[in-house]
Nanobody
Framework: VQLQASGGGLVQSGASLRLSCVASGVNSGISSMSWYRQAPQKQRELVATYIRNGVTTYADSVKGRFTISGDNAKNTIDLLMNGLQPEDTATYYC?????????WGKGTLVTVSS
């Protein structure tokens, strides 16, 4: 299983970015996919989760600003990030469980300048 994330970059405060992640090497559907992030000197935290039945969950810090969506047939998820703030600066990682094993993408860096 491989997870490939893309879409990071450098933006100004208040801007928007869309992250995308595709899971490959899976021969059947996966039940959920998530975005995590890790800022310098901080622990990795869960940002948002997309569940195959369409349910989505968010960290309190991003509710109302970020939107996660998924395509079950393509095993992809997107994360639309609006109203970005400097505190959103982090490396964002795509993650999923497949047969009970956690798989992680390499991460994509998001930098928000004030």
């Amino acid at each position: 299983v491989q997870l490939q994330a893309s879409g990071g970059g450098l933006v100004q405060s208040g801007a928007s970015l869309r992250l995308s992640c595709v899971a490959s090497g899976v021969n059947s559907g996966i039940s959920s996919m998530s975005w995590y992030r890790q800022a310098p000197q901080k622990q990795r935290e869960l940002v948002a989760t997309y569940i195959r039945n369409g349910v989505t969950t968010y960290a309190d810090s991003v509710k109302g600003r970020f939107t996660i969506s998924g395509d079950n047939a393509k095993n992809t998820i997107d994360l639309l990030m609006n109203g970005l703030q400097p505190e959103d600066t982090a490396t964002y990682y795509c993650q999923t469980y497949y047969y009970g094993i956690a798989f992680w993408g390499k991460g994509t860096l998001v930098t928000v300048s004030s």
